[in-house]
T-cell receptor, first 113, second 109 residues
Framework: IAGITQAPTSQILAAGRRMTLRCTQD?????MYWYRQDLGLGLRLIHY???????GKGEVPDGYSVSRANTDDFPLTLASAVPSQTSVYFC????????????FGPGTRLTVL | GQNIDQPTEMTATEGAIVQINCTYQ??????LFWYQQHAGEAPTFLSY????GLEEKGRFSSFLSRSKGYSYLLLKELQMKDSASYLC??????????FGKGTKLSVIP
C-alpha cells in the first residue's frame, strides 16, 4: 500500500507557466487537502475537498485551483505561476474530515523563477 | 481568524524531559493535533485531544485545557531522533485545521 503519493518530487518553473501538482491516495479517504509550507510561516491550507465532487477554499487559495473528479485523485493547478508561489506543497488525506488524522504525502518542492 | 502560538525553537538534552506549549484561539473548536516533522520530510501524526486532560502514548503525552485554549506536548527520555519540528494544529468550528508555525526541537548529547 503506497498511502499517498505526489508528483513531481521537485520542479523548477518559469513565471507565467501553468503547472499541475498531482496527488493520489489509495486509502479510500473521503477528505483531501493541499497545504503549502514556507519557512517561518508554517503549513497553510490552500484548498480542500470533503468528498469527491466537492471542493472548498482554505486560507490561501488565490492563484490555485483544484478538482476532485474521484476519491483517489486531487490535483492542484497553478494557472500562471508567480515567484511567490515558490514553496513546498503537501497533499494530505483523512478518513472523513479534519477531526480525523491527516496523512501527508512526501511533498513537492516548487521553485518559480 | 484563527491564531496558534508555539515557541519557535527549543533545545534539550538527551534523556531529559521537554514540554512544548501551544496556545490557540479559534472560531469554534473540534480538537487539537500534534504532528512531528523531521527536516525535509512530511508531517506525521503524534496525538489528538478533544477533551480536557492528558493523553499518554509511550514516551509522548499531550495535554489539553479547552477553557484556557492551551495544550502541551511532553516528550520523555529524549532521544537524538526526537530532533524535529513539532506542529500544533487546531481544528476549528468549520472543521478546518490551522497549524502553528512549529517548534524546532534540538536534542543535544
Amino acid at each position: 500500500i503506497a498511502g499517498i503519493t505526489q508528483a513531481p518530487t521537485s520542479q523548477i518553473l518559469a513565471a507565467g507557466r501553468r503547472m499541475t501538482l498531482r496527488c493520489t491516495q489509495d486509502m479510500r479517504h473521503n477528505a483531501m487537502y493541499w497545504y503549502r509550507q514556507d519557512l517561518g510561516l508554517g503549513l497553510r491550507l490552500i484548498h480542500y475537498s470533503n468528498t469527491a465532487g466537492t471542493t472548498g477554499k482554505g486560507e490561501v487559495p488565490d492563484g490555485y485551483s483544484v478538482s476532485r473528479a474521484n476519491t483517489d485523485d486531487f490535483p492542484l493547478t497553478l494557472a500562471s505561476a508567480v515567484p511567490s508561489q515558490t514553496s513546498v506543497y503537501f497533499c494530505a488525506s483523512s478518513d472523513s474530515d479534519a477531526t480525523d488524522t491527516q496523512y501527508f504525502g512526501p511533498g513537492t518542492r516548487l521553485t518559480v523563477l | 481568524g484563527q491564531n496558534i502560538d508555539q515557541p519557535t525553537e527549543m533545545t534539550a538534552t538527551e534523556g531529559a524531559i521537554v514540554q512544548i506549549n501551544c496556545t490557540y484561539q479559534t472560531s469554534g473548536f473540534n480538537g487539537l493535533f500534534w504532528y512531528q516533522q523531521h527536516a525535509g520530510e512530511a508531517p506525521t501524526f503524534l496525538s489528538y485531544n478533544v477533551l480536557d486532560g492528558l493523553e499518554e502514548k509511550g514516551r509522548f503525552s499531550s495535554f489539553l485545557s479547552r477553557s484556557k485554549g492551551y495544550s502541551y506536548l511532553l516528550l520523555k527520555e529524549l532521544q537524538m531522533k526526537d530532533s524535529a519540528s513539532y506542529l500544533c494544529a487546531a481544528c476549528d468550528g468549520s472543521y478546518q485545521l490551522t497549524f502553528g508555525k512549529g517548534t524546532k526541537l534540538s536534542v543535544i548529547p
